[in-house]
């Protein structure tokens, strides 16, 4: 779901299939909608008992039939994605030796800022990367972190940075909702990664300068664990009439809410490369960030928009209230945010990369 679920459809949907043939294997219950090559065929699929949380037992069958299926299909090449997938796609890999690319979507262990969780889920990255892996790593930050903290040497740490393909007019489906002028948004479900309490502390910072701004979260749903922690926020500050809160809805949609908004904030505590930011770029919107990994990738402080690394409500709150007060900068960044886009992050050209590593990992 979420990051991992677009990050495979747009690699199925792009990859020359005259290079590549792709088998996509995943959870029973992720998702219902077909995964579809760049002519709009249906790749081969299968579904596996593998769910978000540890649970050994389904993890253990999960290894298992993931080792029948690559004894089956004989791949040159295993890309798994997020921390789950590495671990599956890894296991079964020693019976077959079969380089495995891993995408980690930001690796799990950063959801622990520290303890024996922490250790835990470190040592076990730790553990895993000697077993066929090769990192191939969402965003620099990610790579230099696989590398200073799990242990990757340089050679084994590549970088394919997630990337979209332009977003059309016609992409843009109507969300529906009656949403007020003065608006700006984020996509994040309410979870210790994201950090929509702090953004909450923002947004009441920020009513004393602009009462009337609104924030619209969206992707609130499926997995939001602080979701009642959120609430409670809103709800202490007053700010019912000035959060709106909306489950997962069409990405479609989703582009239409945030090419309507007057910027994008994140308040995230790590990511990998969040697919909201560079859909964010690409529709040409002003953004303000925490600096953590993924988002200093994408947004240059002063120059597409601010990337705030003291952890200061005031100071977001600041940058926020002159991005929406002076339409000049604005504009600005937001011209620089259509450049960087077109420039690093356009699947287009950017896929050509990824069929190149895939094919020199069978030369390995």
Same mark, same amino acid.
């Given at each position: 779901?979420?990051?991992?679920?677009?990050?495979?459809?747009?690699?199925?949907?792009?990859?020359?299939?005259? %290079?590549?043939?792709?088998?996509?294997?995943?959870?029973?219950?992720? *998702?219902?909608?077909?995964?579809?090559? =760049?002519?709009?065929?249906?790749?081969?699929?299968?579904?596996? !008992?593998?769910?978000?949380?540890?649970?050994?037992?389904?993890?253990?069958?999960?290894? /298992?039939?993931? $080792?029948?299926?690559?004894?089956?299909?004989?791949?040159?090449?295993?890309?798994?994605?997020?921390? %789950?997938?590495?671990?599956? $796609?890894?296991? #079964?890999?020693? /019976?077959?030796? =079969?380089?495995?690319?891993? *995408?980690?979507?930001?690796?799990? /262990?950063?959801?622990?800022? %520290?303890?024996?969780?922490? =250790?835990?889920?470190?040592?076990?990255e730790q553990m895993f990367r000697r077993i066929n892996s090769v990192l191939l790593a969402s965003s620099e930050s990610e790579r230099q972190r696989g590398m200073r903290e799990v242990g990757y040497k340089p050679e084994r740490a590549l970088l394919f940075s997630n990337s979209i393909r332009d977003i059309e007019p016609e992409q843009m489906m109507n969300p529906s909702l009656e949403l007020p002028e003065d608006y700006i948004c984020t996509v994040g479900r309410p979870s210790f990664q994201k950090n929509i309490e702090w953004m909450i502390e923002v947004i009441h910072k920020l009513k004393e300068q602009a009462p009337r701004?609104?924030?619209?979260?969206?992707?609130?749903?499926?997995?939001?664990?602080?979701?009642? #922690?959120?609430?409670?926020?809103?709800?202490?500050?007053?700010?019912?009439?000035?959060?709106?809160?909306?489950?997962?809805?069409?990405?479609?949609?989703?582009?239409?809410?945030? %090419?309507?908004?007057?910027?994008?904030?994140?308040?995230?505590?790590?990511?990998?490369? !969040?697919?909201?930011?560079?859909?964010?770029?690409?529709?040409?919107? $002003?953004?303000?960030?925490?600096?953590?990994?993924?988002?200093?990738?994408?947004?240059?402080?002063?120059?597409?928009?601010?990337?705030?690394?003291?952890?200061?409500?005031?100071?977001?709150?600041?940058?926020?209230?002159?991005?929406?007060?002076?339409?000049?900068?604005?504009?600005?960044?937001?011209?620089?945010? =259509?450049?960087? /886009?077109?420039?690093?992050?356009?699947?287009?050209?950017?896929?050509?990369?990824?069929?190149?590593?895939?094919?020199?990992?069978?030369?390995?």
């Amino acid at each position: 779901m979420g990051g991992v679920d677009v990050s495979l459809r747009l690699i199925v949907e792009n990859i020359d299939t005259d %290079k590549v043939e792709t088998v996509v294997v995943h959870g029973i219950s992720d *998702t219902k909608r077909p995964f579809l090559d =760049r002519n709009g065929v249906e790749v081969r699929s299968y579904r596996l !008992p593998i769910e978000r949380e540890i649970q050994p037992w389904k993890d253990l069958k999960s290894i /298992f039939k993931t $080792a029948s299926i690559l004894r089956k299909e004989r791949p040159d090449v295993i890309h798994a994605h997020s921390a %789950k997938g590495g671990i599956i $796609a890894r296991a #079964a890999s020693i /019976f077959f030796r =079969r380089t495995v690319l891993h *995408t980690p979507q930001a690796y799990s /262990f950063m959801s622990e800022p %520290k303890g024996f969780k922490r =250790r835990v889920f470190l040592g076990i990255e730790q553990m895993f990367r000697r077993i066929n892996s090769v990192l191939l790593a969402s965003s620099e930050s990610e790579r230099q972190r696989g590398m200073r903290e799990v242990g990757y040497k340089p050679e084994r740490a590549l970088l394919f940075s997630n990337s979209i393909r332009d977003i059309e007019p016609e992409q843009m489906m109507n969300p529906s909702l009656e949403l007020p002028e003065d608006y700006i948004c984020t996509v994040g479900r309410p979870s210790f990664q994201k950090n929509i309490e702090w953004m909450i502390e923002v947004i009441h910072k920020l009513k004393e300068q602009a009462p009337r701004t609104h924030l619209v979260v969206m992707g609130v749903g499926e997995y939001s664990p602080n979701k009642e #922690a959120v609430e409670g926020l809103i709800a202490k500050y007053g700010l019912e009439n000035r959060v709106t809160m909306i489950p997962w809805i069409e990405r479609e949609k989703i582009f239409s809410i945030i %090419k309507n908004s007057r910027l994008y904030i994140s308040t995230a505590r790590y990511e990998g490369l !969040p697919y909201s930011i560079i859909e964010s770029l690409a529709l040409g919107k $002003a953004c303000v960030v925490t600096d953590c990994d993924g988002n200093r990738d994408l947004v240059e402080d002063g120059k597409n928009g601010y990337v705030i690394s003291d952890h200061s409500v005031d100071r977001m709150a600041n940058c926020i209230f002159a991005l929406i007060s002076d339409p000049t900068k604005r504009a600005e960044f937001e011209s620089h945010s =259509r450049s960087r /886009f077109e420039i690093e992050f356009d699947m287009e050209k950017n896929i050509k990369l990824l069929e190149e590593i895939y094919l020199n990992q069978v030369k390995v």
